[in-house]
């Protein structure tokens, strides 16, 4: 498997490993505090992405009744790998003719 293709798996991985601990965190959260799952869900898509005071109240919460909260590092660390992968994709021409035999444009 090349380069590009180990980067676009363990992205995919790292994304899919994020929305499943989210997933789970915040069901276990609304079955913690009687909400109903999508009530819960609505409010909880931000911390997908990035700490609300919201989400910080729900891992504070959490971590103190020792519970392992969610916290959004890899869902960036993920699709900064399938970034760097579709870079690592990008191919370059190159220039076959060596310079003796490549004519320049004449104006």
Known sequence: MSLNGWLKALGF?????S????????????SAISVKVPDLFQNAWP????????CQVAYTAAEV?????YRPF?????????????FV???????????????EPRF
């Open 65 to 69: 009744v020792g519970s392992l909260s």
């Open 47 to 54: 911390c997908l992405f990035y700490t609300t005071t919201p």
């Open 19 to 30: 929305v499943t601990w989210w997933y789970w965190f915040f069901e276990r959260v609304s």
């Open 13 to 17: 991985t790292c994304v899919a490993a």
């Open 89 to 103: 994709s990008a191919e370059i021409e190159p220039d076959y003719l060596p310079t003796k035999e490549r004519q």
């Open 74 to 86: 890899l869902t960036w660390i993920g699709i900064a790998l399938l970034v760097v992968s579709s």
